[in-house]
């Protein structure tokens, strides 16, 4: 078969009509007119013009065939796919896509920390000597910047808590008295005035230490403070007490002339002893000598000192030699011996003396409590003895027998009259050591 013929075949058995059918046709009308086409072309098939030709020609037969059997094939898929949608072409539209709607979470709110406020100037100075005075180390260093220059006993930040431990050794304590900012800065500029009190300035009040701070702050932080100060509240007086009346002065203090303190636990110990007996002397000195006022500067309260004890101090003429003290309980309780002589001493003897003997409780930087005996005296009990029986009239209308005399001026007058030391002295007492 020539190639014409195969192609006259193959449009022979086109399914598609050539021209446009009058009427859409059904899928079963389209298939019946398939199958009888295909009948056509297979009797056509068999109908041979001429003799088979060699193998070359029945194979390029054999494919032209198929060639058409896909075109075929093709034709028909396309045919029915163009039925199916309806006679329409063009391309498909597709199906419409559903879209799951995005839930949105509900915002989450996140909380917002606000800067720390800004710290003024003038509140970070008071608040630094405020700590000070509360020994608090760690709200002093919160308000100083790491890298802070010191002109101070303290050199650094490190040297904060030790201060603070010496200083509670003696019970210092802070008073702000005044803060005023004089530069806005930075750095800004504030200086404090403060006022303190301690066991040592209670016990030198006209030396109370006193004095100011300069302090350079930059966004609330103190980059440099200085320390100047007026008085030195008791120091140089104390330093004199512990090196003459102990052996612990090169432990406590640094160097020789006793102008820096150790900071170490075992100074602060000492501190803390001998600074509550320089108090306790000083407070009892006075409290012997009729230095009412001055006594009770140094008390917790005017109860500690007995009201009349200067008057009944002043009517025998007491003069205090000598006194020591030595602690009880180191810090807090002390006992003062005085060496004294009075008016009846001197008559009596000159070489005759006599002890008082008091203890004092020391806390908080005060003389909280005190009493005071006289020590055993063997020659002023006769006297008294004396006294009791045979004693001058005024003696008894006074009711100065079995110690009321003690309380009572005119009964002290009586004891240290000359006539009345004189006639018990024509009877020949034992004088002991004195009479030898």
């Given at each position: 078969?020539?190639?014409?013929?195969?192609?006259?075949?193959?449009?022979?058995?086109?399914?598609?009509?050539?021209?446009?059918?009058?009427?859409?046709?059904?899928?079963?009308?389209?298939?019946?007119?398939?199958?009888?086409?295909?009948?056509?072309?297979?009797?056509?098939?068999?109908?041979?013009?001429?003799?088979?030709?060699?193998?070359?020609?029945?194979?390029?037969?054999?494919?032209?065939?198929?060639?058409?059997?896909?075109?075929?094939?093709?034709?028909?898929?396309?045919?029915?796919?163009?039925?199916?949608?309806?006679?329409?072409?063009?391309?498909?539209?597709?199906?419409?896509?559903?879209?799951?709607?995005?839930?949105?979470?509900?915002?989450?709110?996140?909380?917002?920390?606000?800067?720390?406020?800004?710290?003024?100037?003038?509140?970070?100075?008071?608040?630094?000597?405020?700590?000070?005075?509360?020994?608090?180390?760690?709200?002093?260093?919160?308000?100083?910047?790491?890298?802070?220059?010191?002109?101070?006993?303290?050199?650094?930040?490190?040297?904060?808590?030790?201060?603070?431990?010496?200083?509670?050794s003696f019970d210092l304590r802070w008073t702000v008295?005044?803060?005023?900012?004089?530069?806005?800065?930075?750095?800004?500029?504030?200086?404090?005035?403060?006022?303190?009190?301690?066991?040592?300035?209670?016990?030198?009040?006209?030396?109370?230490?006193?004095?100011?701070?300069?302090?350079?702050?930059?966004?609330?932080?103190?980059?440099?403070?200085?320390?100047?100060?007026?008085?030195?509240?008791?120091?140089?007086?104390?330093?004199?007490?512990?090196?003459?009346?102990?052996?612990?002065?090169?432990?406590?203090?640094?160097?020789?002339?006793?102008?820096?303190?150790?900071?170490?636990?075992?100074?602060?110990?000492?501190?803390?002893?001998?600074?509550?007996?320089?108090?306790?002397?000083?407070?009892?000195?006075?409290?012997?000598?009729?230095?009412?006022?001055?006594?009770?500067?140094?008390?917790?309260?005017?109860?500690?000192?007995?009201?009349?004890?200067?008057?009944?101090?002043?009517?025998?003429?007491?003069?205090?030699?000598?006194?020591?003290?030595?602690?009880?309980?180191?810090?807090?309780?002390?006992?003062?011996?005085?060496?004294?002589v009075d008016d009846f001493t001197r008559k009596v003897?000159?070489?005759?003396?006599?002890?008082?003997?008091?203890?004092?409780?020391?806390?908080?930087?005060?003389?909280?409590?005190?009493?005071?005996?006289?020590?055993?005296?063997?020659?002023?009990?006769?006297?008294?003895?004396?006294?009791?029986?045979?004693?001058?009239?005024?003696?008894?209308?006074?009711?100065?027998?079995?110690?009321?005399?003690?309380?009572?001026?005119?009964?002290?007058?009586?004891?240290?009259?000359?006539?009345?030391?004189?006639?018990?002295?024509?009877?020949?007492?034992?004088?002991?050591?004195?009479?030898?």
């Open positions: 078969m020539s190639a014409p013929d195969v192609l006259d075949r193959i449009a022979a058995a086109n399914p598609v009509p050539a021209g446009p059918p009058p009427q859409a046709w059904s899928a079963a009308v389209l298939l019946d007119e398939i199958d009888e086409r295909r009948g056509t072309m297979t009797k056509l098939e068999t109908v041979q013009s001429a003799p088979p030709e060699g193998p070359r020609r029945a194979w390029r037969s054999r494919l032209a065939v198929a060639v058409g059997a896909f075109a075929l094939v093709f034709a028909v898929v396309g045919l029915v796919a163009l039925v199916a949608s309806g006679g329409t072409s063009g391309p498909a539209t597709p199906a419409p896509t559903t879209v799951a709607p995005t839930t949105i979470a509900p915002a989450t709110s996140v909380p917002v920390t606000p800067p720390p406020p800004a710290v003024d100037p003038v509140e970070a100075g008071r608040a630094f000597i405020e700590a000070m005075d509360a020994s608090d180390a760690a709200a002093a260093a919160a308000l100083l910047d790491p890298n802070a220059v010191f002109d101070d006993l303290a050199g650094s930040v490190d040297d904060l808590g030790p201060v603070f431990d010496w200083q509670t008295r005044s803060c005023e900012q004089s530069a806005i800065g930075p750095p800004a500029l504030v200086t404090c005035e403060y006022d303190t009190q301690s066991l040592l300035g209670r016990a030198v009040p006209s030396d109370a230490l006193a004095g100011s701070y300069d302090f350079e702050i930059v966004d609330g932080l103190i980059t440099k403070l200085t320390h100047d100060f007026r008085g030195l509240g008791g120091w140089d007086e104390f330093a004199q007490f512990v090196r003459s009346d102990s052996d612990d002065f090169d432990v406590m203090y640094t160097d020789a002339t006793g102008r820096f303190a150790t900071l170490t636990p075992e100074s602060n110990a000492l501190w803390r002893e001998h600074s509550a007996r320089f108090l306790a002397e000083r407070f009892y000195l006075r409290y012997t000598n009729g230095d009412t006022d001055g006594a009770r500067s140094m008390a917790l309260s005017s109860g500690v000192v007995p009201a009349g004890f200067a008057a009944i101090i002043d009517a025998f003429g007491v003069t205090i030699l000598d006194i020591a003290c030595t602690s009880i309980t180191p810090g807090t309780l002390v006992e003062c011996r005085t060496t004294q003897s000159p070489a005759y003396t006599y002890s008082n003997v008091g203890r004092i409780s020391v806390g908080g930087g005060v003389v909280r409590d005190a009493d005071s005996r006289l020590d055993d005296d063997p020659i002023f009990d006769r006297y008294a003895v004396w006294l009791d029986e045979t004693g001058p009239g005024r003696w008894f209308e006074l009711g100065c027998t079995d110690g009321g005399w003690f309380f009572s001026t005119a009964c002290v007058e009586i004891m240290v009259a000359p006539d009345t030391v004189d006639a018990w002295l024509a009877t020949g007492p034992d004088l002991g050591e004195l009479g030898a």
